[in-house]
């Protein structure tokens, strides 16, 4: 069963940058499409990003411009570059891993902290 671990989370001011890293366990070629969510606190889980194995991406509508999803399929990893982060951007961000029968896989995440 592939795992996938993420990196990168951390504590950022208003307007600064971070970039996360899902490293998956084995080819990222097994799955369909591959994300990233978040969930803040008290809120429900949702989708920040997806990229599919054509390289089409799709964006929740509050990281359009500031957010880009992209992968590398020889190193296995799908990354989440964020510029511009706000404080509404804190969150557990997860990534997401949907295989070719539709089964779902998920990372433990990594705390993403916006703040002054």
């Known amino acids: 069963q592939v795992q996938l671990v993420e990196s990168g989370g951390g504590l950022v001011q208003p307007g600064g940058s971070l970039r996360l890293s899902c490293a998956a366990s084995?080819?990222?070629?097994?799955?369909?499409?591959m994300g990233w969510h978040r969930q803040a606190l008290g809120k429900q889980r949702e989708s920040v990003a997806l990229i599919t194995t054509g390289g089409g991406t799709n964006y929740e509508n509050s990281v359009k411009g500031r957010f880009t999803i992209s992968r590398d399929n020889a190193k296995n990893t799908v990354y989440l570059q964020m510029n511009s982060l706000k404080p509404e951007d804190t969150a557990l961000y997860y990534c997401?891993?949907?295989?070719?029968?539709?089964?779902?896989?998920w990372g433990q995440g990594t705390q993403v902290t916006v703040s002054s």
């Open positions: 997401r891993g949907v295989d070719w029968g539709g089964v779902v896989y």
């Open positions: 084995g080819s990222i070629l097994s799955f369909a499409t």
